[in-house]
Every structure is written in structure tokens, then in C-alpha cells.
């Protein structure tokens, strides 16, 4: 342990300043706030809000309702991304959000698949994205007022915020709810169990123009929230560097003075050898240090705090910032680095994009006003929201000009199959088209392309050949070996696929028949193959058939999978026909020769007594005719002749003897 703590010392000997550099002389530091070509932006996020409290909830039990009051001081519009998190959401619960503003704001949320309400000022809030329900109406400003009306409407409040000038939210819904029945807003309130937001800082100031930059640049933080009562608080920090002409960053000597209560933990990023730093409470520098290193007391006050940057050598406050409480910090810092052409970049939050292509970009980045299905590309661009950028869009159509755009009074709609319309289709996931828009005030139409992914789905191919190549079918031939291809469509391809459970439900069998069970075969005639990719698993098997199957059986292949290092399972199915040829030149069974022999039997009895009827009444007449009594003379001669002629027997010879 003690060697540990000896290699961090020695490794941090070139990163922490030391007392004994000599002071600049210079007049002094009058901060001034931070230009936007001095390219410096300090984002944190928190959960302390200007104001917010926690309530029971609404009459209903199944209900969240949430209020969300934005404060901005800009005058322009204001782009918020706000994301849901509701994963721990009970099944059936309904969630609302009431949402104002006191400037036109545009809402971009983040749901998931999960459906959420929205009650928005009809004036003010413009929201964006897929799986909402919006309802438009007119809500007071106050917050005292705001929560009387949600009390009225819903019965009842869960959570309030009050949030200035906030750049990102992320919301926990299904939180427990509060013992306390009123929702009564407190200031600087601690919201960390639902809420984190992310600001970038519009307190930010500096003391020397970028005209005569020293080549030493010193950045000063001060964290000022309070102590906790017991234990300790941290925080993390990262400073991202970056060249305007996207050439590497140019070394230049930095001091980072992080001030706070002596009972802050820093985890500081791993940073370049040019970056130095001053710490009050502890830090560790990820990567390099095991142990938390004890930093040094440094100054109550800003002027202490400048005066000690320069007396460590640090005449250029590049950037002074206060910050009221943090979880984590973030200095981003774009530099001039070699010869190239420079481009600007502003750090103000809302800041206004000239060109008209430039601004359906962004709003098509913050907003995602389109997204892919299964099989069409879907757009619905709110007229507000362009209207509100200055854009007096006249037409909309995609790269084919036979695809157009509807206007519904309050969106452009438009809805294009996969295929149609010019749409490329890279890797069987990226679509690619682009917007056309025709502008009232622009004589050239506005090219603005874009791209989205088609959703994460598991799709089941069948193939009779182990090469995978004849086309698939749908057919499972009994005795012979089927093969399986499980494909799934994502645009990410780090997390392999993998197989878990495949199995064929029969009708009439109460058990499926199990092929796979958490990715191991369950028969052996089941064979797990090599897959070409990370997104495909194969495999192959054989049916066999029950005796008395018919020829032909229909029945359905599920198969479930999931993916490495991620949570969640994906499910796909397909009907086959499970074909048995056998079943056509197959013997009789014992039933059907005695049901046949019995038939034959019937048959052949009532042939017989048909034929005997027949003969019994057909006879011929003469045998049926009596003989005569008296027969005449001629009959009787010819009769004694015939007799006579004819008794030529032994009797008759011993007779006439």
C-alpha cells in the first residue's frame, strides 16, 4: 500500500503546482464574462433546482403527475432535451408531465417505447418525438399558481420543479411518493432521487483578453455547496481539448484551481502531462492513483483564489467559474492548433444558425421530428417549431419530388415506404434520403439530408441447403435436416447476438418441442453452426415425425435471443409446414383393413340375397304350368309312342319276357 501511495506522489510531482514560482507583476484582474471567441463552455449537472417539493400524488393510485416549470433568459428559442427514464415503471400506471415555460420552448423528449402524456402551454412549449400524448392548453406562470391547477385538475401533485436555464434533463419516474399530502416548493431543493439536469454555465468570466494570450492559461472552480452532515460528497471532473481545424490539440500549459469544501472527493479524468491542478478536500486521478491523495486549503474568496493562480506563475484567468452544486463537471476548451482554416465556435447555449439547411439539421439532431419503422420512413415536422426559427417553408418533399409532404395545419406529414422514394438502404438498416424544402424568401431549393435507423428486430430464415444460399422456405421436411438462420437488424454490432431458446409449438401437443434451451441443443439431432457475423446465429435439426402425423402439419418456430453486455431479449416466430412424405405410401393400419373387410362382407351378403330374389321370381313358365287330366287322342297317341319308344330299360325288357 505505502509503495502505491509513493508511485502516485512520484507520478503527480509533474501535475501538481507547488508554492515558490514567482509572482507576475501585473495590475490586476478585472473578470468580465467569457466571449464567445475566447471558446470556453463549463457544463454541469446537479440535482439541486431553483425550487421543488414532493407530494402524495393524484386521487388516482395509478397516476403520476409531475410538474415541470423552465425558466430562460434568452430571448430566442430554447432547445431542451429532456429523457424519461421508465424502465421501473409499474405495468398500467399512467404518467403526466405539465410542462411550462416562460419563453418559447422546444421540448425534445426521450421515452423509449414507453407512451407518456404531456399537458403543455399552447403558447409556449413545443414538444418532439414518438410514443406522446400531448394536450395543448392555457397554464398560469407562477408557480403558486401552476400547482393550484394541477391540484385541481388531477387531485393531487407528485413532484415540482422549478429549473433555469437547463440544457438536458433526465427524469426516474415510479419513484415512492411522499408521507406529506401538500407539495409546498422549497428554494435551492435537493431533487436527486427522480432529477438530474445538465446546465452549461452562463457564470463563467474571465480577466484577459485572448489577444494576448500568454501561452499559460489558468481556469478556476469554485464549488460551493454545502458540506453533507456526515460522510462525504464527490464529484467528477473532465476538460475535453479540442483544435478548431480538427488538427491535435496544441500543448499548452493549464492550471486547474478546484476549490471546494473540505470534505469533497474529486475524481478527476485522466489528463495530459500540460495540464496542472490545485485541489482543496481529495481527489484521485483515475488511471494513475489508487488512493485518494490529500489536496491543499486554498482561499474563501475569488480574489484569493485569482491571486493565487498568479502567483504560481498563471496570469491569464482564461476562465473563472462558481458553481452551485454539481455531480459532475465538464470543461471543454477549443483551441487554435497549426495553420488551417478556423472554425468558430460559440458557447452560448441557444445560440441562433443563419443558414436555413443548418437550422433543419439541428432541429432534425435535437428534435427527431422522423424516424424509420419496420418498413417506411415516417416525418412530422411541427409548423410551430419552423416558424419559431424563421423558416417560411412553403413545400416539403423527399430526394424524389413525387413524395410530398402534407400540411395538417400544425405539422408537415409525411409517410414513404423503404424502398419508394429515393431512399438508400445501407446495410439493410441505414435508410438515407434528404429533405427538399421550398422557402417563400429563397429562390433555390434547401437540400437537407439525413439519416435513421431501421428499429432492433430478430427475423427467423429457413433454408434446405447448409450453404444458406437457396431461398428460404417455410418448409420442415420430416427426417431430413433444416437449417436456421436467426438474423437480427441493428445498427450497433458491438454486442454480439446470442441464442438462447428455439423450439417448435405442434398443435394438439401440450409441450413445445424444445430444440434449444439457454444456447445448448437439446437433441441430438440439433447442431449449433458458425455464424458469418456478431448479428447472426445458425443452426440446423431434424424433425422427427410422430407415426400417425398427417402428411402435412402446420406449426410455429419461436426463437429467443439476447444480446452480450445488455440487458433485455429479443423474440421472433414464423409458421412452418411440417411435411411428411412418408405418410402417403405408408401401409394400412389395422383399422382400415377391418373396416374395409366388413364393408366387402356387407356387400357381398346383399349382393347374394339380391341375386336370389331376383331368380326366384324369374323362373321359367312351363315348370310352373298343371298337367292335363284327359289329355286328347293325337296327344295320347304320340304320348304312348314316345313312351314306348323310350322304355328301353332293363325293367321294361323283363317285363314283356
Not at 447555449?349 to 428534435?367: A, D, F, M, N, Y
Not at 438502404?425 to 431549393?445: F, M
Request: hydrophobic letters at 35%; charged letters at 20%; one cysteine or more.
Amino acid at each position: 500500500m505505502e509503495t502505491g501511495r509513493c508511485l502516485a506522489v512520484l507520478l503527480l510531482t509533474w501535475s501538481v503546482v507547488t508554492a515558490g514560482a514567482s509572482p507576475v507583476d501585473d495590475p490586476g484582474c478585472t473578470l468580465q464574462p467569457v466571449r464567445n471567441d475566447q471558446r470556453v463552455k463549463m457544463l454541469y449537472t446537479t440535482s439541486r433546482v431553483t425550487s421543488g417539493c414532493v407530494g402524495r400524488g393524484p386521487r388516482d393510485t395509478n397516476m403520476e403527475v409531475h410538474i415541470l416549470n423552465l425558466k430562460y433568459s434568452i430571448s430566442e428559442m430554447s432547445l431542451t432535451q429532456f429523457s424519461v427514464n421508465v424502465s421501473a415503471a409499474k405495468g398500467g400506471r399512467k404518467v403526466v408531465f405539465v410542462v411550462n415555460s416562460n419563453k418559447h420552448t422546444v421540448l425534445n423528449v426521450n421515452t423509449g417505447d414507453h407512451r407518456l402524456a404531456f399537458v403543455t402551454d399552447v403558447n409556449k412549449v413545443t414538444v418532439m418525438g414518438f410514443n406522446k400524448e400531448i394536450n395543448k392548453t392555457y397554464l398560469p406562470s407562477s408557480n403558486a399558481e401552476i400547482l393550484n391547477w394541477t391540484t385541481t385538475s388531477y387531485g393531487g401533485i407528485s413532484t415540482f420543479v422549478e429549473l433555469e436555464e437547463p440544457q438536458k434533463i433526465n427524469f426516474q419516474v415510479n419513484r415512492e411518493p411522499s408521507s406529506s399530502k401538500e407539495c409546498v416548493p422549497v428554494s435551492y431543493f435537493d431533487a436527486e432521487p427522480y432529477l438530474e439536469a445538465e446546465f452549461n454555465s452562463d457564470n463563467t468570466k474571465s480577466c484577459l483578453d485572448s489577444t494576448v494570450h500568454p501561452g499559460r492559461e489558468a481556469h478556476i472552480m469554485w464549488l460551493q455547496q454545502s458540506p453533507p452532515d456526515s460522510g462525504t460528497q464527490a464529484v467528477d471532473l473532465n476538460i475535453k481539448v479540442t483544435c478548431s481545424n480538427e488538427k491535435p490539440a496544441k500543448e499548452l500549459t493549464t492550471l486547474l484551481v478546484l476549490k471546494s469544501h473540505e470534505r469533497m472527493f474529486w475524481n478527476i479524468e485522466q489528463m495530459p502531462e500540460y495540464v496542472k491542478f490545485m485541489v482543496s478536500g481529495k481527489y484521485s486521478i483515475k488511471k494513475i492513483t489508487k488512493e485518494p491523495i490529500n489536496g491543499t486549503v486554498l482561499p474563501d474568496s475569488k480574489e484569493g483564489l485569482i491571486k493565487e493562480a498568479r502567483d504560481k506563475d498563471f496570469a491569464f484567468i482564461a476562465s473563472y467559474t462558481e458553481i452551485p452544486a454539481a455531480k459532475s463537471i465538464t470543461l471543454e476548451l477549443v483551441r487554435d492548433c497549426g495553420e488551417g482554416k478556423k472554425t468558430e465556435v460559440t458557447t452560448a447555449p441557444h445560440s441562433k444558425i443563419s443558414e436555413p439547411s443548418e437550422v433543419v439539421q439541428g432541429l432534425i439532431q435535437l428534435c427527431r421530428p422522423l424516424k424509420c419503422t419496420e418498413n417506411a420512413i415516417e416525418v412530422a415536422f411541427p409548423k410551430s417549431l419552423l416558424e419559431m426559427s424563421k423558416l417560411d417553408i412553403t413545400e416539403m418533399t423527399l430526394e424524389d419530388p413525387a413524395c410530398r409532404a402534407t400540411d395538417n395545419m400544425t405539422h408537415f406529414v409525411l409517410k414513404s415506404i423503404i424502398e419508394d422514394c429515393s431512399t438508400n438502404l445501407e446495410g439493410g438498416i441505414h435508410a438515407k434520403n434528404q429533405l427538399v424544402l421550398t422557402l417563400a424568401s429563397h429562390p433555390d431549393k434547401i437540400m437537407v439530408p439525413f439519416q435513421c435507423d431501421l428499429p432492433e428486430k430478430l427475423f427467423l430464415h429457413l433454408y434446405q441447403t447448409p450453404d444458406f444460399s437457396s431461398p428460404s422456405t417455410t418448409v420442415v421436411e420430416v427426417n431430413k435436416v433444416t437449417y436456421v438462420q436467426v438474423l437480427f437488424q441493428t445498427a450497433d454490432g458491438n454486442s454480439p447476438l446470442r441464442l438462447q431458446d428455439c423450439y417448435l409449438q405442434i398443435p394438439d401437443q401440450a409441450a413445445p418441442q424444445m430444440l434449444i434451451r439457454s444456447g445448448m441443443p437439446k437433441s441430438y439431432s440439433v447442431e449449433i453452426l458458425n455464424s458469418p457475423n456478431t448479428k447472426t446465429n445458425r443452426f440446423s435439426f431434424i424433425y422427427k415425425a410422430e407415426e400417425q402425423q398427417r402428411s402435412t402439419l402446420s406449426a410455429t418456430l419461436f426463437c429467443q435471443a439476447d444480446r452480450e453486455n445488455q440487458h433485455g431479449s429479443y423474440n421472433a416466430s414464423m409458421k412452418v409446414m411440417l411435411k411428411n412424405p412418408a405418410s402417403l405410401s405408408r401401409g394400412l393400419g389395422i383399422g382400415t383393413v377391418l373396416g374395409i373387410t366388413f364393408g366387402a362382407f356387407l356387400i357381398g351378403v346383399m349382393l347374394t340375397a339380391t341375386l336370389w330374389y331376383i331368380y326366384s321370381h324369374t323362373r321359367p313358365m312351363a315348370k310352373m304350368q298343371p298337367v292335363s287330366a284327359n289329355p286328347t287322342a293325337s296327344e295320347s297317341s304320340s304320348t304312348n309312342h314316345s313312351i314306348g319308344s323310350t322304355q328301353s330299360t332293363p325293367c321294361s325288357t323283363s317285363s314283356m319276357a
